[in-house]
Each structure stands twice: as C-alpha cells, then as structure tokens.
C-alpha cells in the first residue's frame, strides 16, 4: 500500500501511478506507461520519490506549468508527463504532436516516449468515466456491449472511444516523417498503444456486465440518478469530490461526510446537467469505493 500523501497532486501522482486500466488488450492495444520500468519492479522506489515531493512540494512547480487548460483529462496527461519526467528509466521524447496538411489539422499525438525497455512508443492517454446502460443490455448476454457505456456526455460512448482510437489516433504515428515537420528527427515509433483509466460504472440497483475485456474494479464503482440516493443505508457516510477532484479520494480526517439524504439536497441544489462522485467516507485508499450521481432526466 501506497503512504498517504497530504499534498493534492501528489495524490493525483500516486492514483495514476498505482490505478489499473480500464480494460485489457481484447478489445484495444493497451500498454502501462510504466511498462518495465524499475518503478513496477520495485514499487517502494516509487512512493520514495512522490514521498520526497509530498515533503517538499515546491519542487512540483517545475513538473507543472501553470496551464490555463483546466479539463480533467489535460490534467490527466500532465499528471502522466510528470511522471515519466521522474521515473529513472523512462524519457518523454515528444508530447501532444500536431499533425497538419497545410492549414488543415488532421490529428494529434499524444506522447512519443522511450520506454523502460528501450522501445519508441507512441502512447494515447485517457481518463474515462462511462456508465453501463442496463436498460439496453441483452441479459442473455454473458459481456456487455461497449455501444452500452456512455460518458455522462452521452456523446461520449467506450464504443466510439474505442473506434476512435483504433481507425484515427493509433495510426498517425505511421504519419509522422510525412506530417509533423518540427518532429522528423524523431524515431518512428515502433509500437503505438492507449492507456486507459478512470472507471465502468455500473447501475446501482442492477447488476450488469462488463465489456469483453473490462477490468473489474477493486471496489465498487455504481452510477444512479438523483432519487436512487433514497436507497443508500440512511447509515452510509460519502465525501463528495469535486469534478476537478475525481481522481484520488480526498483524506478521510478532512472532509465533511454526507448522509444519503444530505448528498440528494446537495445534487438538488446544484442543479441539472452535473455529475456529481462521490466516494466512501470509511475509505481514503487509491481503490475507494465510488458513486457516481447523474441529473434523474439523464440521459435525455
């Protein structure tokens, strides 16, 4: 188990760091950042060095520019450069690669990195909150179909993600000589893969499968609209997280805890059209069980 750090993006480091993936390799090339690194081998080295930045947290000015780009999945990717930046056997090549034909963007890369192994890797990185749609799954299915499990932007689907990956993102590594003109003197990558993180929500008052290749949690992860709060154990305590917050639990001696009937007047009074996560009060580990709640007209 990892120490419990105080500093926020130290906690954000280590849930990057020791959270598994969304999925395996069935359904998409998946590759951990950290592949081989001595950090895997070794995980003590690892909480040594976020350990040394959670005492001394100045030193994470230089790992974090003051972007004004505030998204939680550019949050995200910053999280994983700074990370690869620390690790000792691991270099950041190149980062977020435009590819252009004359003024028309046709793409970008994500990251160019040299891995533990000595491999060029070309990595697409995503954090992904999708919530199962039980109300579209077959049950005589044994897996669920990713086209069920959509962002709380129902725009958003883990089957468009997946297509979208696959045809378009993964590929234009092939096209860098021939695109990005400020990045020939790269070397072509030789493997192109994703790494997937954030969470499969699934419903909370029904069961539901995951995906071919969906990875279960180590705790529960449950979505449910606003009215379902009602069927919580009125006993339960939460702490909510702050979208910009979704990643590690806050700790658990310093945040307000909320009772079922507390976490509905506080979804209530936020209003429509935002998701709120929360996590369990008893659990501030990098595995806490989680619930995320959606506006009751969701997904209209």
């Known amino acids: 188990m990892p120490p419990r750090f105080h500093n926020p ?25 950290l592949q081989d690194s001595i950090w895997r081998q070794d995980p003590d080295q690892l909480w040594h060095e976020l350990n040394a930045l959670d005492e001394a947290p100045h030193r994470l000015a230089e790992l974090f520019s003051d972007s004004p780009d505030r998204r939680l999945g550019s949050h995200y990717e910053r999280l994983w450069h700074a990370l690869l930046t620390l690790a000792p056997d691991t270099r950041i090549l190149a980062h977020n690669i435009a590819l252009r034909r004359g003024a028309h963007t046709l793409g970008e890369i994500d990251l160019v990195m040299q891995a533990a192994d000595g491999a060029i890797v070309h990595l697409e990185l995503a954090v992904k909150f999708y919530l199962g749609r039980a109300d579209l799954h077959n049950p005589q299915q044994h897996c669920s179909d990713p086209q069920h499990w959509w962002g709380i932007d129902t725009r958003d689907t883990l089957a468009h993600k997946l297509a979208r990956l696959t045809q378009h993102q993964l590929p234009l590594s092939q096209r860098l000589p021939e695109l990005a003109t400020a990045h020939r003197a790269l070397p072509l990558p030789e493997v192109a893969a994703a790494w997937l993180q954030g969470g499969l929500f699934t419903p909370l008052d029904q ?3 995951l995906p071919a290749g969906g990875l279960a ?3 529960p992860l449950h979505w449910c609209p606003v009215h379902a709060l009602k069927t919580l154990p009125a006993h339960s305590r939460w702490l909510q997280l702050p979208h910009k917050e979704w990643l590690m639990p806050p700790p658990a001696d310093t945040s307000e805890t909320l009772s079922p009937s507390a976490m509905r007047a ?35």
């Open 9 to 33: 993006l130290v906690r954000d480091l280590a849930w990057v760091a020791a959270s598994p993936a969304l999925l395996d390799r069935q359904l998409l090339p998946m590759r951990d950042p």
């Open 266 to 300: 506080l979804c209530l009074r936020l209003g429509r059209y935002r998701a709120r996560m929360f996590c369990a009060a008893e659990d501030d580990s990098l595995s806490a069980e989680r619930l995320l709640c959606v506006d009751d007209a969701w997904p209209a």
């Open 217 to 219: 949690p180590p705790k």
């Open 207 to 209: 069961p539901m499968p």
